[in-house]
């Protein structure tokens, strides 16, 4: 994930707002009275063991700490930022999430306004990646007063908008769950500016990005039970390495300050037990993720084992089936919605 304001899935979070990252929604409150500090607000969607918040604010370059957890289910945490001086600041830093579930890293980049003349008036908008529905088009967000209306655009990654929304919300009430909606295009998203209008006048804009692609890649072959990559097998890894740089660079000529990650996904057959072919599929993946890393790829690089989950041939148990003993590469500035929170990052 990463916020940036003015532009928040990755999340861009355009002047103040909310990102998620999985596995909790996190909120911004960046508009605050004059001694009040502004702050991150964890609401944990799975148990998380520690949250930790190291942070920079760009006028001073003071570096500033704040630590939570645990956190059960729905439990919130603040994280201060700063210590409550006066004025407009921008922050940057990095946001770490750990539990049962593995680790989540997530850099975060907003504005700040503490004893403004807007102070407490300003309208906070609220999303969670569980309430977007790309294939379907719809988006919802929460506000923190009642808005009248809301504006949408959603630009794909080769550039172009394919959409372009201006909804009346008229009445709608503060804290509760909006919903904006397109026509969904073929064309792959890259990210959604929304705009939203208080009553007052008062303005938020989010800026969106849950961009993530699949990269074709030809398989790599695996000898029965083993995670070794044979050297017959690293030309498809050359091939597959220039594929993701090929697609990463395309998509970075429209966003330059995209925050991309790579995931590798390992899935096996069914012949054996369920349990062994799950750490198979781990191990393997973890081998691919690897062999990139060891070949240069600088970015963070995640791995996940499904074992016989999600096969691309259906068959019956303990069956033998070479189309099912595959990976799959995902390019994304997010954890891939099918395997939330199972990824883990390459030390």
Do not use: C
Not at 29 to 45: I, Q
Not at 121 to 131: C, E, P, Q, R, T
Not at 209 to 221: D, F, L, N, Q, R
Not at 333 to 345: I, K, L, N, T
């Amino acid at each position: 994930m990463r916020v940036l304001v003015g532009v928040g899935l990755a999340i861009v979070a355009a002047s103040a707002s909310v990102v998620r990252a999985d596995p909790a929604a996190i909120s911004l409150v960046n508009d605050v009275a004059a001694g009040k500090k502004p702050a991150l607000v964890v609401t944990a969607n799975q148990p998380v063991a520690v949250v930790t918040l190291d942070i920079e604010r760009q006028e001073d370059h003071k570096t500033f700490h704040a630590k939570a957890g645990p956190l059960r289910v729905g439990q919130k945490a603040e994280l201060p930022v700063g210590d409550g001086k006066s004025g407009h600041a921008t922050w940057k830093g990095k946001l770490l999430l750990r539990g049962a579930w593995g680790e989540s890293s997530n850099e975060v980049t907003f504005n700040s306004q503490v004893g403004g003349a807007n102070t407490g008036g300003g309208v906070n908008v609220s999303y969670d990646g569980a309430h977007l529905d790309l294939d379907k088009g719809v988006l919802q967000f929460q506000v923190s007063k009642p808005i009248v209306r809301a504006q949408l655009t959603v630009v794909a990654d080769d550039g172009s908008e394919v959409a372009r929304v201006d909804k009346s919300l008229a009445g709608s009430a503060a804290n509760k769950w909006l919903s904006i909606e397109w026509t969904p295009s073929k064309k792959n998203v890259l990210r959604l500016e929304l705009k939203v209008v208080a009553a007052n006048g008062d303005t938020k804009t989010l800026k969106l990005v849950p961009w993530s692609v699949p990269v074709a890649h030809e398989e790599v072959v695996f000898a029965s039970g083993s995670s070794t990559i044979d050297k017959a097998q690293e030309p498809k890894l050359d091939a597959s390495y220039q594929k993701l740089f090929d697609t990463i660079d395309k998509v970075r000529a429209v966003e330059p300050s995209l925050d991309v990650k790579v995931f590798i996904a390992g899935y096996t057959d069914t012949v054996g037990n369920a349990q062994d072919n799950l750490k198979l599929s781990r191990d393997r993946a973890r081998s691919i993720a690897q062999w990139f890393r060891d070949h240069g790829l600088a970015m963070p690089v995640y791995y996940a084992g499904f074992g016989e989950e999600r096969p691309r041939v259906k068959t019956p148990d303990n069956t033998d089936e070479p189309r099912n003993r595959r990976a799959d590469y995902v390019a994304g500035a997010e954890e891939p919605a099918f395997g939330r929170g199972r990824f883990v990052e390459l030390r």
